[in-house]
């Protein structure tokens, strides 16, 4: 029998987060059981625990394979708009390009929603529960700073207070995911109508037509 080979263990690994990630889905994280995982990627509970500590272990992994670039980019992305010259553009840009993205990466829209749903972890993964916490409140404090220094440049529309305004775009960007990973009939196309549905939002928020900023004035 050949021996297995680095690449080959890292091949079953990958099939592993797969399968994991479909049960999450269509079963969600609770009710998905290791056995269950090595079932649906057609191995043995055996190499489950090969290749992971535990459930914990697979969650942690399969958001940083899927959502963990997408994640830091949006990050960054929020971070520049200061050196913009039409910061409210590239906020829109930011939050659209977000959007886009989960549309056509489905995995990445996967990751998003396990992060999302984390509150149906136990009290025993209470060390999962505060990563996904971590990365969802990362998120929540980029939009705030960022609409904090839309605010500073007198750019926003919404009387809303800064912390309120977060919180409702977080709400619909993942109400909107929810809508688009929903198990079954899918409710929502978010390629096709995604973007248009979020500019009802930010049009309530930001300028209709794009400032600009004062440093291109040249004050």
């Given at each position: 029998?050949?021996?297995?080979?680095?690449?080959?263990?890292?091949?079953?690994?990958?099939?592993?987060?797969?399968?994991?990630?479909?049960?999450?889905i269509?079963?969600?994280?609770?009710?998905?059981?290791?056995?269950?995982?090595?079932?649906?990627?057609?191995l043995?509970?055996g190499?489950?625990?090969?290749h992971?500590?535990?459930k914990e272990?697979?969650?942690?992994?399969?958001?940083?394979?899927?959502?963990?670039?997408?994640?830091?980019?949006?990050?960054?992305?929020?971070?520049?708009?200061?050196?913009?010259?039409?910061?409210d553009?590239?906020?829109?840009?930011?939050?659209?390009?977000?959007?886009?993205?989960?549309?056509?990466?489905?995995?990445?829209?996967?990751?998003?929603?396990?992060?999302?749903?984390?509150?149906?972890?136990?009290?025993?993964?209470?060390?999962?529960?505060?990563f996904?916490?971590s990365?969802?409140?990362?998120?929540?404090?980029?939009?705030?700073?960022?609409?904090?220094?839309?605010?500073?440049?007198?750019?926003?529309?919404?009387?809303?207070?800064?912390?309120?305004?977060a919180?409702?775009?977080?709400?619909?960007?993942?109400?909107?995911?929810?809508?688009?990973?929903?198990?079954?009939?899918h409710?929502?196309?978010?390629a096709?109508?995604?973007e248009?549905?979020?500019?009802?939002?930010?049009?309530?928020?930001?300028?209709?037509?794009?400032?600009q900023?004062?440093?291109?004035?040249?004050?």
């Open positions: 029998m050949p021996k297995k080979t680095k690449q080959d263990s890292e091949n079953t690994r990958q099939v592993l987060l797969d399968a994991a990630a479909a049960l999450f269509h079963q969600g994280i609770a009710k998905t059981t290791l056995s269950d995982i090595a079932a649906q990627a057609g043995t509970r190499a489950v625990y090969w992971f500590s535990n272990d697979i969650i942690r992994l399969l958001w940083e394979r899927n959502a963990g670039e997408l994640h830091h980019t949006f990050l960054e992305q929020l971070s520049e708009i200061r050196s913009s010259n039409h910061p553009l590239a906020f829109r840009d930011a939050i659209t390009g977000l959007m886009r993205r989960v549309a056509n990466q489905p995995a990445a829209g996967l990751a998003i929603r396990i992060m999302m749903h984390c509150v149906e972890f136990t009290g025993e993964q209470a060390d999962l529960r505060r996904l916490r990365r969802r409140n990362e998120l929540q404090g980029a939009i705030h700073r960022a609409l904090m220094y839309l605010e500073q440049q007198h750019l926003l529309r919404a009387q809303l207070s800064l912390k309120l305004q919180q409702c775009l977080m709400s619909y960007l993942f109400g909107l995911v929810h809508q688009h990973l929903e198990p079954g009939h409710p929502l196309h978010l096709r109508d995604g248009a549905m979020l500019e009802l939002l930010l049009d309530s928020i930001l300028p209709v037509e794009p400032s900023h004062p440093d291109s004035t040249g004050r």
